[in-house]
């Protein structure tokens, strides 16, 4: 199935830009994103792999359990996931952006129908203007839960789209020098085709409501670099961040294929 003239960018927003990194999902980020995909939508289609459903959970409740604390963030994901889909619906629709819900689980990759019907319904959904936000369906899966904030996701249906460009939206203007951490004067690595330079230079840290940090974005990278699509790995936590990005007035880091 043919895609349009336009280009097609995989966008993925972890929980700590959807929160800007306090206890709540942020209206004014998702609003910031729709007015971003407005904005650029002559150009641009998109595809968003979004995080945030335990996060929009936690500010309803408390549960009780006496499982295993897997199984509470999967029971606070299915209480989540409606209202972060409300939220993005709501304020897309002002911007007359329709939405629609596509909830992945790792499996679905594996099995040659599945891959099929997810490129396929998700050609149909773009071809008809509208964004797919796409979750993993983490009731009845742990991998996001246990592999980091959808990076990984975020990678496997860039690659199965074949879009022309992943960017993974961070609370980091992209990945730092080893050397700036140590001396804490953060210096971006602007460009490299060098996955494994990358690994080098990261320092374990683990964001504060995400599963992933800088180790997962680097590996999900690596996933899009073997499909030959680019990886832009920008501060979602700026205003106006995609198109600031696409205009090169802002520090990131992009991971070019080779």
Known sequence: MGKSDKKRILLKIGSNVLTKETNHISRGKIEDIACQIADLKGNYEFVIVTSGAIAVAKQFVQLESNGKEINVKQALASIGQPHLMRIYQESFRELGLLT??????????????????????????????????????????????????ND???????????????????????????????????????????????????????????????????????????????????????????????????EFTKIITK
Not at 118 to 123: D, R
Not at 222 to 243: H, M, P, Y
Request: overall charge negative; charged content about 25%; some cysteine.
């Open 100 to 149: 629609s819900q596509c909830l992945l689980s790792y499996s679905d990759f594996k099995k040659e129908e599945s891959r099929t019907n997810i490129k396929n319904t998700i050609n149909v959904l773009v071809k008809n203007s509208y964004i797919p936000i796409i979750n993993e369906n983490d009731t009845v899966a742990t991998d996001e839960i246990k592999f980091g904030d």
């Open 152 to 250: 990984k996701l975020s990678a496997l249906t860039a690659s199965l789209l074949n879009v022309d460009l992943l960017i993974i939206a961070t609370n980091t203007n992209g990945i730092y020098t080893k050397e700036s951490m140590d001396s804490e004067s953060a210096k971006t690595i602007k460009e490299t085709s060098d996955i494994n330079s990358l690994k080098n230079q990261i320092k374990s840290s683990i964001s504060l409501h995400g599963t992933g940090g800088m180790t997962t974005k680097v590996e999900a990278a690596e996933i899009a670099q073997k499909a030959e699509i680019e990886t832009w790995i920008v501060n979602g936590l700026a205003d106006n961040f995609i198109v600031d990005a696409i205009n090169k007035t802002s």
